[in-house]
């Protein structure tokens, strides 16, 4: 059975006719006789070409070629990648061992392309971007990225370079290379969590080439935002040696949104030894840091969010969110052979956090539609302090092997990981309230900031891993998975007894402590079926696990900071998906669709039978339908689209609860497209879209909702010369009202109308 593979080495002696056919070509004959140029240096050189978005030729080894070992007959597919743009073929995590056209399971990716032409400067930004995916408003406990993905939360869900990172900061995309969203339950490859997908940020890495890229953004909301990436090989550590530095200074402010500031800095140094041999080791630091003056948006009134303006800031000039992430990352690769690969990495990562912010609420009764005059808003201020640490170790064996005339792709193994956390909280008291229509941030704060509690949760995780590629033949492919995890969490508090607050009575004092171990077992199962080698059509079925302290914290609300979870097994999940994927206009635009249902059946909810405590008692279900198109269309002509249709419900709930509704944060419809295409060798353009259909709030029965929105995004770039490009990015050009992050008790405006224009050196 043949192997599809991007060739990097020598090139056999047919592929010197490349020239000619290239300049026979429908399209790429266009490019001569610059491209036929190009070519034969390629060529001449023996040397691979690399480009995604124009397959040259496909042509499988003959009787000069030599057969890999054991008798297989490889089969090469050489390309011209014009430029990398918006599609990926591979995923980054070893774990996956097939193309992503072969991958059973939907994976949206957004590259460095992408990102840059869009203007998308934090994760927060790029998550929008994509259907399916919404964002939370977070609480003072959960600050940072609060994402969902099809309909269930996923602040837990995130990862850097495959390995969790579970820290809460405002994560910025300076130091991405791309960004990969896995949908659906991923527990197989990644343990606990992935309900609705996982988010794994891909770093930047040490290259071979010469690099040195500056620049600096200049925004209408006072953004200045400067970077540069730098790269260069070290002669003097070896031939495969070389580093690669990347910084970040970002300072500016929330268009429209009065009282909300950014500050960010980041520095990503690398080191890479070994490139291009069988054994390649490279150490990466990042450090990104935080000020922030943090928004908390509006209060909401009678199920919808108050009708104020948009800029009303409510907080005090006085709240800041600090945030400081450390992350040291070494990963060892080693190939074995042609058939045997490691991919071992060690990560510690250190997360701090320091904040005061200040929450809007009404608390006197309205009647819907009198006027909004002389309302008082209630500040509801929190605090507290926090510090995350992370030390994982995990190692992956990737191994091609055939038995009985089935060839095995096989990735197995291990992982252990120990996370703390370590929050103090605190509520301010005595708040001076404000005006509705009119409130005031300039005055000082003067409550009282007594603690609170102070919670202390160590997780270990040691888990064990294997997934098999079974290639029945040349059109069918078969997966197996399985992870088994052991999570065994240790919890100690101390509880302060303070002044009473409208969410606590002040009475309550003393200490807890316990431990629970979860043990789980997590699968999936595909098949895959290649009609065409561009091709496939896959059914697949994995699961996921939810444990009572997957968020390193067995407090169940920030605000009454009370304990309800303890002691009860994790809740499971469990997906179905069936989807076709094609490439397109010879290799150069992917498609994706699939129809999905995940449920989870034993949800926790309020326990009818013990007030203040939770059991297994509800049931969630989504469906629904998502499409994706990334690539080329025609040369110079690119696009990235995506939409996902979800039906959610709560199927079965507490008694007394709400079953039938819908889950919140999840839009029946989501829709995002981005278009760019060049006019000329130096000036090129994009437009995009993004819609939101009607999202919930909560499904409590409050009926808290925003209506739906859209908004459209621009950018024009010019290249002055090779070196030296203008680029301007226009968000929301239509300057609309929306909201984009959702909490049960605040929601959140986007961004009003944006002009930022960009400087970047490229040599």
Known sequence: MAKRKTVNSA?????????????AHPVLGAFNPVSQAVARAFVGAGMGLTVSSLVIAQVSQNADTEPRAGGIVEEIRVVERQTERYRADESTLSKLTESLLDTPQSVNTMSRELLDDRGLNSLNEALQSIPGITLGAGEFTWQ????????????????????????SYPRDTF??????????????????????????????????????????????????????????????LGDGAAFRFNVLAHKGEVADRDGAEIKRFGIAPSLSLGLGSDTQLTISYLKQTSDDRPDYGLPWLNGEPASVARENFYGFDSDFLKTDADILTGQLTHLFNNSVNLDALVRYADYERDSRVTEALITESVTPGAPLTGISVYRNVFLGNSEETLFTAQSTFTWELETRGIEHAVAGGVEFS???SNPTFAFGVGAQSTDLLNPISNMPFTGSTDPRIIADTVGETLAFYALDTLK??????????????????????VRFIGPATPFNSGDVGGSESFDQVDKETSYRVALVYKPTLESSIYLASSTSFNPSAQSL????????????????????NLSLEAGIKMDLNEGALSFAGAVFEIAKKNARVPDPTNPGY??????????????????????????TGGYT??????????????????????????????INYQLTDRLDFGVGARYISKLLAENTGSDKSIPSYQVLDAMGRYRLSDSISFKMNLTNLTNEYYFNQLHPWHVVPGSGFTATFAINILY
């Open 11 to 23: 090139i056999p002696t047919q592929f010197r006719a490349f020239s000619s056919e290239l300049a």
């Open 144 to 167: 940072g990225n609060a994402p969902n993905i099809r309909g269930f939360n996923a602040r837990d869900d995130m990862y850097l370079d495959g390995t969790r990172d579970f820290g």
């Open 175 to 236: 130091n991405l290379e791309s960004l990969e969203v896995l949908l659906g339950p991923s527990s197989v490859l990644f343990g606990r969590g992935s309900t609705g997908g996982a988010i794994n940020q891909v770093s930047k890495r040490p290259v071979f080439d010469l690099l040195t890229d500056f620049s600096v953004n200049i925004g209408s909301d006072q953004t200045v935002r400067s970077t540069a990436d730098i790269a260069r090989p070290i002669p003097l």
């Open 418 to 420: 120990r996370e703390a």
């Open 472 to 493: 029945l033949s040349d059109a069918w492919q078969f997966t197996l998975g399985a992870r088994w995890d052991r999570f065994d969490t240790d919890y100690d508090a």
């Open 553 to 572: 914290s067995f407090l169940t609300s920030g605000r009454g900071l009370q304990l309800g979870n303890q002691f009860l097994d994790p809740e499971e």
């Open 614 to 639: 939770n059991t297994l008692g509800g049931e969630h279900q989504v469906r629904g339908l998502s499409l994706d198109m990334n690539g080329m269309v025609a040369p110079g002509l690119y696009i």
């Open 645 to 674: 249709h979800l039906d959610t419900e709560v199927i079965k709930a507490a008694p007394g609860a709400v079953a039938g509704a819908a889950l919140a944060n999840a839009p029946e419809h989501s829709l995002s497209v981005w």
